[in-house]
């Protein structure tokens, strides 16, 4: 039996950085139809000579200005009418970094890019909220078994920054004083002599995440589990 595919190969880029004390999220406002002026996940097709994480690192460049070093591949989308163009299969790949990091710029079919409150995102291009849904569940189950919050922070940081931090990406309160004594308990946080107010109360020391120790502990068998 003979088969005749025509299906198409993309990537999409799901960027989240924190910022204001909330999760935001990398989007493209898209030049050419479908979708014109609609907003979109950073992305495009994969060319015949590149590999999928090439095809990413050059859509995001071109489309956004963002160059990341390490991009995590998420799902691969494949619904037949994801795409009213034609068959498209997605891979999509997300990322964690610091917004303040990057001079955001809009570039080839990409008229404007900007970050938006995953709490207040605009209407989404093809399945672009679907997939947006499974990087967030991602992170959030991420979160509790890798430090990846440390990513998101300054060099250094209050801990009351840290637990703003969790508890905006997890969207639920959490026990203050449990959580403090458990983060504390890993050893992989230097408290600083500096210190720092965060608007409300006397200034308090700053912290600093020690990526040696904790790459050193993992070699050790550490789990780190929150």
């Not at 979708?35 to 690192?57: C, I, T």
């Not at 458990?182 to 210190?195: A, I, Q």
């Amino acid at each position: 039996m003979t088969i005749h595919q025509t299906i198409k190969v993309a990537v999409d880029a799901v960027v989240f950085g924190y910022r204001n004390q909330a999760l935001h999220l990398l989007l493209i406002q898209r030049k050419l139809e479908p979708y014109q002026g609609g907003w979109a996940l950073p992305g495009g097709f994969v060319l015949d000579n590149e590999s999928l994480e090439a095809a990413v690192h050059r859509e995001l460049s071109e489309e956004t200005n963002v160059t990341i070093n390490y991009l995590e591949q998420l799902y691969t989308f494949g619904q037949p009418n994801r795409d009213p163009r034609f068959r498209t299969v997605a891979v999509a790949y997300y990322a964690l970094v610091k917004p303040e990091a990057f001079a955001i710029a809009a570039s080839t079919d990409a008229d404007d890019v900007r970050w938006f409150d995953v709490r207040d995102l605009p209407d989404l291009a093809f399945d672009h909220a679907e997939i947006i849904q499974h990087a967030l569940q991602r992170l959030r189950g991420k979160l509790r078994y890798e430090p990846v919050g440390f990513g998101l922070l300054s060099e250094k940081f209050l801990f009351s920054d840290f637990e703003k931090l969790y508890a905006t990406i997890l969207d639920k309160p959490i026990d203050r004083r449990n959580f403090r004594k458990k983060v504390l308990s890993f050893g992989l946080l230097t408290e600083l002599n500096e210190k720092r107010s965060d608007g409300k109360g006397r200034p308090a020391n700053l912290f600093q995440f020690n990526e040696d120790q904790y790459f050193k502990m993992k070699e050790r068998g550490f789990y780190f589990e929150l």
